[in-house]
């Protein structure tokens, strides 16, 4: 009987260690073909992530916007759990020690923004607090304190168009059954299929080369930006265009 019992403890040992030595060959393969260098991407959020992400918010300065604060909550949730390169992103501003305030009123054209000075991410009316507006003035959030260029506010129209096209990546990934409208491309433009075509093969890191991606990338930003009436996007300056944003947050040194 006892040597029975012995017996399966050891199997039970055995297979927990199989299972260990898998997880830690797995570990090991990604290292050396450096495909992940930060740890939030790969790991699932840890116990605990719901009230993390909540620091990311100035409460103090929300008090305006009180009621909408729970779907704002709702939101950095989500994007932490099901979006890996955003808890890079999440993890790296609250670890610096940044905070929004949220903002909730009417402005004009603008359905979303991000003002640095006083931090703010702000929507138009509760139509527009939606999650791909949250993902999209993150990323400028993001940009704004991590690309010395966009920090210094040159360029944008790479920034916008980097940050439509890592959203509308998000969004065709993990979060692909809710109604939404791509903002790298409209639906009425003859690209648009072409557009997605090209978002699927980076889905698929089927994109080999920065070279190959930066000319499709100048040529759809071109297209898209090209009737933004907004004296800050020129969209010129798409033209010798190095992705930086995309760089950090989607290749990350997959791809030269
Ligand atoms: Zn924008």
Known sequence: MKT?????????????LALSSCVNEMDMVEDEQGLE????????????YEEWVKKLIDYDKSADSKSYLGKVENFLQSIYRFIPEMRDVVDDLINRGFKFRVAVRYNGAKESWFNPNPSEIGFSGEINLKIENMIHELLHFFAFYTVDEYRKQLYAAREEYEIRVLTDLFMRRDFSTFPYKYQGMEKEHKEYLRYLEWLDKLLKNEIQSM???????IQFGLSRLWGIKDKEIQVTDLIGYRPRLLGIIWFYGKIE
């Open 4 to 16: 029975k019992l012995f017996r399966n403890i050891g199997y039970l040992l055995f297979i927990l």
């Open 211 to 217: 070279d190959q991606f930066s000319s499709d990338f």
């Open 37 to 48: 260098t930060l740890s939030s991407r790969t790991s699932p959020p840890f116990a605990g």
